[in-house]
C-alpha cells in the first residue's frame, strides 16, 4: 500500500505541476522614477504633470527627469503617446501609433507635434534629463490636445525560459496637456455601431461610444440594456460610473452576456449616457443583429457560456481515472505477488 500511495502522490504532484508548474510569475522592481520639469507656460503649479498654455506655432523644449535608483545602468523607452479611451472606460496613454479617432482633425494629433519613440539608456544610481521638442500648431485651436509622456524600462534579459514566462512591466506616465485658450468645450457623445465581440473568451455585446470634441468628458455613466426587437424581454443589461473619455476618441462599452450563449437573431439597444455629474445626457436606440454564424463562433470559444465544455474539468477527471486504474494494477500485482511467496 505504501507504493500506491507513493505513486499516487507522483501523479498528483505530476497533475500541479502540469498545470501550474510551467508558470514563472515575476514582479519587475519598481527602481526608477520619472519626473516632470515645468516650465514657464505651466498653467497650474501644483500639478505634475505638463498643463501648458501654448501660443500658435511656436515650439518649444520639454523635459522629464528619469531617476535609476538601480545598481547598474538601463535602458528606458520613452514615448509620446496620444490619449485614447479604453473599454473600462480608463484614459489610456499606453499605445503608441494607434490609429485615431475619426473626430480627431489631423493637425492636432499629438504624436505628429512630437518625436518619435527613442531609447534612453540611464547609468547607474544616476538621475538623467530626457528633452524633446514640442511643435506647437500653427493655428490656435478649441479645448486641449492631450497625451502622454510615457517612460519603461526595456527588458535585457532575453532568453528564454520553459513554460509560460509573465513580467509585470511597470511604466511612468507624464500627462501632456496642451490649451492655446482656457475657453470651456462641452463634450458630445455618439453611439457609432453595436456588435457581438468577444474578451479574454467571454461573450459581451459592446457599444461603441465617442466623444467627438477636444475635451475630456468626466464623471461619465452609462445604463444600457438589449431587449429582443419588437419586444421588452430583457436580454441584458449593465450599469457602469465613474468612467472617463479622452478628447475625440471612442471605446467599446462592453455589456456582459452574463455565462449565457448568445442567440442569433434581432436585438434592440436601449442606452442612456451622463457625464460631469449628469449635466449632460444622451439617450440612444439602435437596432442590430446577432447572425448564426457569429453566435456559433462566439459561444464555440467562450469558456464561461451555460453550453461550453469545461476541459479543465474533463482533463482533470481523466488523469484521476489513469491514477485510479494504476493503483488497482499495482495493488493486484502485489497481491499476486505475495501468493506465488506462499
Known amino acids: 500500500m505504501k507504493k500506491i500511495w507513493l ?18 510569475v515575476k514582479a519587475e522592481s519598481l527602481n526608477f522614477s520619472v519626473s516632470a520639469v515645468q516650465p514657464e507656460n505651466q498653467i497650474d503649479k501644483e500639478i505634475t504633470y505638463f498643463d501648458l498654455l501654448v501660443k500658435p506655432n511656436e515650439g518649444q523644449d520639454l ?14 523607452r520613452v514615448s509620446i503617446n496620444r490619449a485614447g479611451t479604453n473599454r473600462n472606460g480608463v484614459i489610456d496613454y499606453s499605445t503608441h501609433g494607434v490609429k485615431p479617432d475619426k473626430s480627431l482633425n ?20 544616476t538621475t538623467q534629463d530626457y528633452t524633446f521638442h514640442l511643435n506647437v500648431p500653427k493655428e490656435a485651436f478649441d479645448g486641449v490636445i492631450l497625451g502622454g509622456v510615457r517612460v519603461q524600462r526595456v527588458e535585457s534579459n532575453s532568453k528564454k525560459q520553459k513554460g509560460v514566462s509573465i513580467r509585470n512591466q511597470f511604466a511612468y506616465v507624464i ?22 465581440k468577444q474578451y479574454n473568451a467571454r461573450n459581451y455585446v459592446t ?9 475630456i468628458m468626466h464623471e461619465l455613466k452609462v445604463n444600457a440594456k438589449v431587449h429582443t426587437k419588437g419586444t421588452k424581454d430583457k436580454v441584458m443589461d449593465v450599469k457602469k460610473d465613474s468612467m472617463t473619455m479622452a478628447p475625440n476618441s471612442n471605446f467599446d462599452f462592453p455589456i456582459s452576456a452574463n455565462g449565457k450563449a448568445l442567440k442569433a437573431g434581432k436585438y434592440t439597444l436601449v442606452l442612456d449616457a451622463y457625464a460631469e455629474k449628469g449635466r449632460y445626457h444622451w439617450h440612444f436606440t439602435k437596432d442590430f443583429v446577432i447572425t448564426d454564424k457569429t453566435a456559433d463562433k462566439l459561444n ?43
Open 175 to 196: 500627462g501632456l496637456q496642451l490649451h492655446s485658450n482656457e475657453d470651456y468645450v462641452a463634450p458630445n457623445m455618439k453611439l457609432l455601431n453595436v456588435k457581438a
Open 207 to 215: 457599444a461603441n461610444l465617442q466623444n467627438t470634441k477636444p475635451t
Open 300 to 342: 464555440k470559444s467562450a469558456v464561461d457560456t451555460e453550453d461550453s465544455p469545461n476541459y479543465f474539468i474533463w482533463i482533470v477527471l481523466a488523469v484521476l481515472v489513469v491514477i485510479a486504474l494504476l493503483a488497482v494494477i499495482i495493488y493486484l500485482n502485489q497481491k499476486n505477488q505475495k501468493k506465488r511467496r506462499k
Open 106 to 125: 489631423t493637425k492636432y494629433n499629438i504624436e505628429t507635434l512630437v518625436p518619435a519613440p527613442t531609447t534612453v539608456e540611464v547609468p547607474a544610481k
Open 63 to 76: 523635459t522629464v527627469k528619469i531617476q535609476n535608483s538601480d545598481s547598474q545602468a538601463h535602458k528606458y
Open 7 to 24: 505513486v499516487l502522490s507522483i501523479s498528483l504532484l505530476t497533475l500541479i505541476g502540469f498545470f501550474f508548474g510551467g508558470n514563472q
